[in-house]
């Protein structure tokens, strides 16, 4: 099966760097991919790590090494809107299949 | 604009009657999801579907029930077998022609079981 390990809660302060990691237990690896909630709303994709090395989308950067089963999502600059949950899941097979296990998800309180 | 729609978005239902779910997309995705979201929690995988007619089970399906006459249209059925059936519901669709990893989601369904 697969499981995926993550902090539950997070507090940073507007303006700082924060970083969000994820440990994962696979029976095969196809990548990492971490998504953003806001309460009560829909989550959405930020990236997608299929090989090892730092991936960057602006203020958002995501980590991974496959040797360490780790990943990490950075958040740079931090803004009071990048309050949310963030979840990393990885899918259940490869090409073919897209079913996702996800982790229970980090929530994120950005403080003045 | 393209994506996906749920309704209704707040649904509250008598316990041992069953309700069903809507999820509808335009942005001609082959494959489509339903996962529950408890608090605290992830998001499970209910069903799933990458093709019309034909759907799997998830890691949660027992007392649940889906259908795929349309590409567009993939509702979720909550029957009175599921025994803790109040929860955040969300449908999702995704692209096989890409690298499959992203997906869309639509703004869930909470439903309350009185």
């Known amino acids: 099966g697969q499981s995926l390990e993550q902090p539950s809660e997070v507090t940073a302060v507007e303006g700082a760097i924060v970083q969000i990691n994820c440990t994962y237990q696979t029976s095969g690896f196809y990548g990492l991919s971490w998504y953003q909630q806001h309460d009560g709303g829909a989550p959405t994709f930020l990236s997608y790590n299929a090989l090892d090395g730092l991936e960057e989308t602006g203020r958002f950067s995501s980590f991974l090494s496959r040797s360490d089963s780790y990943g990490y999502l950075l958040l740079q600059e931090l803004q009071m809107k990048d309050s949310a949950s963030y979840f990393c899941a990885v899918p259940n097979s490869g090409a073919g299949s897209y079913q996702l296990t996800f982790g229970k998800g980090t929530k994120l309180s950005v403080i003045p | 604009d393209g994506g996906i729609t749920q309704s209704p978005k707040y649904l509250f239902r008598k316990e041992g009657q069953n309700v069903t779910l809507s999820c509808e997309q335009n942005l001609n995705h082959d494959a489509m999801y339903w996962y529950r979201q408890d608090p605290g929690q992830g998001l499970r995988l209910i069903y799933y579907?990458?093709?019309?007619?034909?759907?799997q089970k998830g890691d949660i399906a027992e007392g649940y029930s889906v259908s795929r006459e349309k590409k567009e249209s993939f509702p979720l059925t909550v029957t009175s077998a599921q025994k803790n059936p109040t929860a955040f519901y969300l449908c999702?669709?995704?692209?096989?022609?890409?690298?499959?990893?992203?997906?869309?989601f639509g703004p869930g369904t909470r439903l309350t079981v009185l």
């Open positions: 579907s990458q093709i019309v007619n034909d759907f």
């Open positions: 999702a669709s995704s692209d096989l022609r890409g690298s499959g990893n992203e997906q869309f």
